[in-house]
């Protein structure tokens, strides 16, 4: 999708034209009902149930227990903590006189529209956001730009760079490279060994995204010489060994999956086993950060093609 396309989307989610609120001390939250439905109010706000449970987790009240609760007692233990001091709530991110979460002192809140817009700044066009994941936490976008390269005869790759940031000051932002198996009509992705960029909180968000993501830009076009010595690198008996090691940190049932379609496919080089690996992170799983271990798994089995990681001898 494009950059129009992107923030429809952005919007579609409800992730765009939100306002930050200072919260002032003395504020109760309160329990208000209307047409039948109880509701839990801060002032004058609405607050969503995973904002709720977002002062729960800063006030350092179970958040399983808290959703356990009726809503009386989590009014009360809202109170308790917020309102006695225990904990203040400096903020709140807000829409529509709702507030949407919560976000402690000195987090960094990321404007959605501004941040894209210093993302794309430089990447070289035309660019494509190939995928995006948006929960109550965080942003994760896969953006790939014009640059294209041969790691073989009709195997393209297009750069690219993979950005996660939080509208709601949950996760500090961080960039990192990515790439693009362009011969995948479905687009498998893989996260390359590379620099990972995170920001510290004194720093400029706005100022800090069109730098690190054009050098994780240049990063992701760097990894294609270690994609071609992967591609002329057989894997003899030693396929199980590098993939084991490789998926190690994995959970078991990633691992057996994994294992079985190598088993099944058979992949001749270390390449071949690369894209087995990310292919099945882009197009098999859901969950935002499995897949993103996985497909960094796969993007470092490239490191291994001169020495077997099992029984050390050379990779020839």
Known sequence: MNQTALMNKLGEEGLLGLSTLSCPE?????????????????????????????????????????????????VML???????????????????HTILAFAAKGSVIIEPERAIDAILRDIPAPIDVNRIYANGRHIDLYISGATQTAVKVGDL?????????????????????????????NGATRMDKSRKFSMRRDVDPYSWFPIVSMLAYRDSITEVDTYRVASETRLG?????????????????????????????????????????????????????LILRTMSAGGELAEHVEFCPSCKKPMN
């Open 237 to 289: 008996e030693r396929a199980s060994a590098i993939l084991a090691h490789g998926l190690r940190n994995l959970p078991v049932i990633v691992q057996n999956a994994i294992m079985q379609l190598a088993i099944d496919a058979k992949p001749d080089t270390v390449w071949d086993l690369m894209n087995l690996v990310t292919r099945y992170a882009s197009h098999t799983l859901e969950d935002p950060n």
């Open 78 to 96: 809202l109170n308790k903590f917020f309102k006695g001091g225990t904990v203040q709530l400096p903020q709140a991110i807000t829409r529509d």
């Open 157 to 185: 790759v297009s750069a690219g760079v993979f950005v996660r940031f939080s509208p709601f000051g949950v996760d500090s932002p961080e960039v990192s490279a990515y790439t693009l198996t362009l011969s995948c009509t």
């Open 26 to 74: 003395g504020v109760d939250f309160k329990l208000v009902e209307e047409d039948n439905k109880a509701f839990l109010k801060y002032g004058d706000y609405k607050v969503e149930d995973e904002a709720a449970d977002l002062a729960a987790w800063w006030g350092s009240i179970p958040v399983k227990f808290f959703q356990r609760c009726d809503p009386d007692l989590r």
